[in-house]
Nanobody, 122 residues
Framework: QVQLVESGGGLVQAGASLRLSCAAS????????MGWFRQAPGKEREFVSRITWSGGNTYYADSVKGRFTISRDKAKNMVYLQMNGLKPEDTAVYYCAAGVGVAIVRSSYAYWGQGTQVTVSF
């Protein structure tokens, strides 16, 4: 079992930055890769980024590449999503997840946090 708790969301203006945090606990965390997804109102949950616990290998959706940075602190079992240059279209509930398999596929992730709201105003 893996437990995930997100924090760090909020209301910001376009162009601002936010850092989301995900506290992970449970067994065999290194067996998973960690991902961030987001879901805007009326839309499907979409992949944002993922990182591997061991090597820190990262991957990003095209929509956030160059603006968002995923990282992890193995000692603290924390995963972060630094979001810079936020746009109104980034408004969504952001979820942290742990999974195996194909990183961009939602069904690869067995464990999910409760989500944190990010709202970007014009």
């Amino acid at each position: 079992q893996v437990q995930l708790v997100e924090s760090g969301g909020g209301l910001v203006q376009a162009g601002a930055s936010l850092r989301l945090s995900c506290a992970a606990s449970g067994r065999a965390l290194s067996s998973y890769f960690m991902g961030w997804f987001r879901q805007a109102p009326g839309k499907e949950r979409e992949f944002v980024s993922r990182i591997t616990w061991s090597g820190g290998n990262t991957y990003y959706a095209d929509s956030v590449k160059g603006r968002f940075t995923i990282s992890r602190d193995k000692a603290k079992n924390m995963v972060y999503l630094q979001m810079n240059g936020l746009k109104p279209e980034d408004t969504a509930v952001y979820y942290c997840a742990a999974g195996v398999g194909v990183a961009i596929v939602r069904s690869s992730y067995a464990y999910w946090g409760q989500g944190t709201q990010v709202t970007v105003s014009f």
